[in-house]
């Protein structure tokens, strides 16, 4: 599985982005998707996951009630919207793919994700 995310850019304080990612090489339909994030010297850190059909999601505390993970099987594509960015939004978003379900504790870890993404640039000016 290849993942190609796009979609970053320089936006403002308050403004929203939406970042996609698609997969190529083989569906993805089966997979749990997810977002993670890397901010300037620090580790990544989880974002949003989706089980396979988009019906189970999560997400960081951060990005609770601004940002929604979505997706489209039968484009192979997973999304991340994000609304009213902050300056401390502002990292490289990478998306991830596991083969298989994966229980809640283990979404939030980028070990258990197999595929990833080259990641794209988010940057929030103040």
């Known amino acids: 599985v290849q993942l190609q995310a796009s979609g970053g850019g320089l936006v403002q304080s308050g403004e929203s982005l939406r970042l996609s990612c698609a997969a190529s090489?083989?569906?993805?339909?089966?997979?749990?998707m997810g977002w993670f994030r890397r901010m300037s010297g620090k580790e990544r850190e989880f974002v949003a996951g989706?089980?396979?059909?988009?019906?189970?999601?999560r997400y960081a505390d951060f990005a609770k009630g601004r940002f929604t993970i979505s997706r489209n099987n039968a484009k192979n594509t997973v999304y991340l919207q994000m609304s009213s960015l902050k300056p401390e939004d502002t990292a490289v978003y990478y998306c991830?793919?596991?083969?298989?379900?994966?229980?809640?504790?283990?979404?939030?870890?980028?070990?258990?994700?197999?595929?990833w993404g080259q990641g794209t640039l988010v940057t929030v000016s103040s």
């Open positions: 090489g083989r569906t993805t339909s089966s997979h749990t």
């Open positions: 989706s089980s396979w059909n988009g019906i189970r999601t």
């Open positions: 991830a793919a596991h083969e298989g379900t994966l229980i809640a504790s283990a979404s939030y870890s980028d070990l258990h994700y197999e595929y």
